[in-house]
């Protein structure tokens, strides 16, 4: 092989190793966690390519979050294939974002997640004016990024998958 060409090879070798998580960094410190504002979490949500998107908001040290989340996983599993798409949104305090990771990947979870970082009440707002800030708080849009189901304490997980269902099925907001 020439001089230039195994050069060539090296240096692709070292961006894709770059580019790639870094193995046992990435395992030990577990899934990853943005902080987003409320724009940029209604902008995964509205990003396309999903023809259904469920929002949860859960904290580590919210009960009823830790309970209902085994449920929302379940349903984010069956349906991510059919094109829902998972947005994920700890309201956890900087300080507790190690026990957040820790509590994604306990669950399973292999997408970034959002940790909210702005004023309670402009995020709260943002997401929905109907929302009075509860947590869990569980939010379902259609493929165009429209609110179709919204539901704050924990979801009742059948009610729950037949607001996926109708979001996936629905038409409006397709282009």
């Not at 580019?19 to 395992?27: C, H, Q």
């Not at 349906?79 to 990771?101: E, H, T």
């Not at 402009?122 to 009075?132: D, T």
Request: proline share 9%.
């Amino acid at each position: 092989m020439s001089r230039p060409i195994a050069w060539m090879l090296a240096a692709a070798g070292i961006a894709l190793a770059s580019s790639a998580p870094a193995g046992g960094a990435a395992r030990r410190q577990g899934p990853v966690i943005r902080p987003a504002t409320p724009r940029q979490i209604l902008a995964a949500v509205r990003a396309p390519g999903a023809r259904a998107v469920v929002l949860n908001v859960w904290a580590t040290w919210c009960v009823p979050c830790r309970e209902e989340f085994p449920d929302v996983m379940r349903i984010v599993s069956a349906y991510r294939g059919r094109g829902l798409r998972p947005v994920l949104v700890s309201a956890d305090f900087d300080d507790q974002v190690p026990a957040a990771r820790r509590f994604l990947r306990e669950h399973g979870v292999d997408f970034p997640s959002y940790l909210k970082s702005s004023d309670d009440m402009e995020f709260i707002n943002a997401l929905s004016p109907r929302w009075s800030g509860a947590l869990p708080a569980t939010f379902v849009y259609d493929a165009g990024g429209c609110l179709e189901y919204f539901h704050e304490g924990r979801v009742p997980p059948l009610e729950l998958e037949r607001a996926v269902r109708r979001a996936l099925a629905s038409t409006a907001g397709r282009k």
